[in-house]
């Protein structure tokens, strides 16, 4: 595996990407978190979840390091306080009179927790944030989330188009999914509306697996049955993938809880196959559409893919 070529396309558009599962944010002490390639630092607060830089503009240190004491993050180092806001609102040497510089503050990404995810805007930020775009219509009335995740070698763009390729199935996972497809002849369709992709067999509109950039997928595997995945960019050439499993169908606790943790398990498990293969590609990034990997029919969902990517890039 090569590092991160300079003649290849960032993977990182503009929009909300899910970069944690809200259940790794504590209540009461910040979190250290390394995503897009920056050291970050997450806290909770009253008025929300809160994304700073992971360093103190004073001297450097990691913020993380600190605490957290009544919404605000005290740097370890020298007792500065930063509110929710990224504010410094007291430097304890200088006593409680003095003069606070303008400079000494937090840049704040913006950031809110929904659907389970912690979410981050990544790129230039408009007026007006758009709502993210969630599967409310697919999850709607479904238990859930049964989660897992683990980390894969390889950049955002590898990752998602591996999970809109269907034509590896009966070859990377002949030992698990890939047993139940009847042949590896595949007549595929896939559309695109906005920033979704979609993608199915003709014969079986009814299960499709559909990406919803720039980092959420999910997958109709049956009658209210899903899986869907979150891919959280720890670095160019990083990813960590989120699993989860939904359904609609069982609604007896244990039942639903035993079905639940069989699926998250299961899940994890095909996606540890996924990732085998994955980090095998010869580069960590997908390439544009140039001729340097040659794309078939098959791969219509990929090219789609490529071409919104080439839209944003020249954003």
């Known amino acids: 595996m090569t590092d991160h070529p300079k003649n290849l396309p960032d993977d ?12 790794e944010v504590p209540q009461d002490k910040p979190l250290a978190c390394h995503r897009f390639g920056l050291d970050l630092v997450v806290i909770r607060t009253n008025a929300g979840i809160r994304v ?5 503009p004073h001297r450097g240190v990691r913020l993380s390091a600190g605490r957290l004491d009544q919404d ?3 740097c370890a180092f020298h007792g500065f306080r930063f509110n929710e806001e990224g504010q410094c609102v007291a430097i304890p040497v200088q006593g409680q009179d003095s003069v606070i510089p303008q400079a000494m503050q937090l840049h704040r990404f ?35 989330p049964y989660e897992r995740w683990a980390d894969c070698n390889v950049g955002l763009s590898r990752n998602i188009e591996n999970q809109l390729d269907s034509a590896h199935l009966p070859f990377v996972h002949k030992r698990s999914i890939g047993r139940f497809v009847k042949s590896v002849e595949m007549d595929l369709e896939s559309n695109v509306q906005d920033n ?49 499993y939904y359904q609609g169908r069982f609604h007896i606790a244990w039942v639903r809880d035993l079905l639940g943790w069989v699926m998250g398990w299961s899940n994890q498990w095909i996606l540890r196959e996924d990732i085998r293969i994955v980090e095998q590609h010869d580069t960590p990034i997908s390439p544009p559409l140039d001729g340097s ?19 944003w890039q020249k954003l």
């Open 52 to 56: 700073f830089p992971d360093r103190c």
């Open 293 to 311: 990997e040659l794309l078939l029919a098959c791969d219509i969902a990929v090219i789609r893919y490529r071409r919104l990517r080439q839209g």
């Open 196 to 244: 979704r992709i979609r993608l199915f067999r003709r014969q079986h509109p009814e299960t499709y697996v559909e990406m919803r950039l720039p980092n959420l997928w999910i997958n109709r595997i049956g009658t209210r049955s899903y899986v869907s995945l979150a891919f959280a960019p720890i670095s160019a050439t990083r990813t960590r993938i989120y699993t989860r």
């Open 110 to 144: 913006p950031a809110e927790e929904a659907h389970g995810y912690v979410f981050m805007w990544w790129g230039e930020v408009p007026a007006e944030l758009p709502a993210i775009d969630w599967f409310d219509e697919e999850l709607a009335d479904c238990h859930g």
């Open 12 to 23: 990182f558009g503009p929009g909300w990407y899910a970069i944690l599962s809200t259940r």
């Open 72 to 74: 605000c993050l005290e």
